[in-house]
Nanobody, 121 residues
Framework: QVQLVESGGGLVQPGGSLRLSCEAS????????MSWFRQAPGKERELVVL????????YYADSAKGRFTASRDNAKTTVYLQMNDLTVDDTAVYYC??????????????WGQGTQVIVHS
């Protein structure tokens, strides 16, 4: 069964840093496009970064560019999100998503359970 498990969230002061992890299982990780989303209280879910290991660089939302860095380790079937210079606006539940190619059909999407990030002084 496909499973995505996020970890690394917590409480941090403004200006601090956190490193989120998402361990994947149940599919061929190396061919999956991985993404990070977040959802703040009362807000819609939004894209943070789109990551892949096929030679192209990750795509970052404007709010994340310059502060967040995404990476992946195919051997560990894990993706990471390094978040620096955090502000209160970064407070949200962060979700990992896997997009799997399907020959002759639309891509499949799977979501993790989310990990809470609270930025508070």
């Amino acid at each position: 069964q496909v499973q995505l498990v996020e970890s690394g969230g917590g409480l941090v002061q403004p200006g601090g840093s956190l490193r989120l992890s998402c361990e994947a299982s149940g599919f061929t990780f190396s061919i999956a496009v991985m993404s990070w989303f977040r959802q703040a209280p009362g807000k819609e879910r939004e894209l943070v970064v789109l990551d892949t290991d096929f030679g192209d660089s990750p795509y970052y939302a404007d709010s994340a560019k310059g502060r967040f860095t995404a990476s992946r380790d195919n051997a560990k079937t894990t993706v990471y999100l390094q978040m620096n210079d955090l502000t209160v606006d970064d407070t949200a539940v962060y979700y990992c998503k896997a997009t799997l190619p399907v020959i002759g059909g639309r891509p499949l999407e799977y979501w993790g359970q989310g990990t809470q990030v609270i930025v508070h002084s």
